[in-house]
T-cell receptor
Framework: DAKTTQPTSMDCAEGRAANLPCNHSTISGNEYVYWYRQIHSQGPQYIIHGLKNNETNEMASLIITEDRKSSTLILPHATLRDTAVYYCIVRVRGYDMRFGAGTRLTVKP | DTAVSQTPKYLVTQMGNDKSIKCEQNLGHDTMYWYKQDSKKFLKIMFSYNNKELIINETVPNRFSPKSPDKAHLNLHINSLELGDSAVYFC?????????FGSGTQLSVL
């Protein structure tokens, strides 16, 4: 599976969009980009995933570059409850997820 | 109605003891997992079961033995507990598209 690189930490102002980048330059054609988050002390929570096209759901949007070597998770209006560690994972299948260090997002009032 | 539930939520025990953590999912999934999150917060996959059959065993010591009586349950038994086993253990299930995690069991070995 392709490796991913994410910034260690990011801050975002409450109410503003949070844009979390992820590099996956060695991604294969059949690998999906998944995003999960872990709010303090809770189990990780699925956010969104995509293959090539941009995706949007009630939680977030996922923008994948045309060459698929990087992606951005967008939380359109971040709230204090979005403070969490966000994991970008590249995987052929939707299971056996292996988590890296992720990005610690802090939403500030 | 909790989708993936683990018990107990907290477990404090002495070194050398044997303990079990139970996990149940009501999502109808065929695949279940155990993950371990250590003090440095790295989340590592330990085991994966599909239809009660062991699929993944990620170089976990033999003291850890998962047991799946049916596809809705995956329990984790740990023998001869060591200090280094202290961690948060998460159970998860999958619909082969996404994972659903339990709320975790914080194990403290004294």
């Amino acid at each position: 599976d392709a490796k991913t690189t994410q910034p260690t930490s990011m801050d975002c102002a409450e109410g503003r969009a949070a844009n979390l980048p992820c590099n996956h330059s060695t991604i294969s054609g059949n690998e999906y980009v998944y995003w999960y988050r872990q709010i303090h002390s809770q189990g990780p929570q699925y956010i969104i995933h995509g293959l090539k096209n941009n995706e949007t759901n009630e939680m977030a949007s996922l923008i994948i570059t045309e060459d698929r070597k990087s992606s951005t998770l967008i939380l359109p209006h971040a709230t204090l409850r979005d403070t969490a560690v966000y994991y970008c994972i590249v995987r052929v299948r939707g299971y056996d997820m292996r988590f890296g260090a992720g990005t610690r997002l802090t939403v500030k009032p | 109605d909790t989708a993936v539930s683990q018990t107990p939520k907290y477990l404090v025990t002495q070194m050398g003891n044997d303990k079990s953590i139970k996990c149940e999912q009501n999502l109808g999934h065929d695949t279940m997992y155990w993950y371990k999150q250590d003090s440095k917060k790295f989340l590592k996959i330990m085991f994966s079961y599909n239809n009660k059959e062991l699929i993944i065993n990620e170089t976990v010591p033999n003291r850890f033995s998962p047991k799946s009586p049916d596809k809705a349950h995956l329990n984790l038994h740990i023998n001869s507990l060591e200090l280094g086993d202290s961690a948060v253990y998460f159970c998860a299930s999958s619909d082969h598209e996404k994972l659903f995690f339990g709320s975790g069991t914080q194990l403290s070995v004294l």
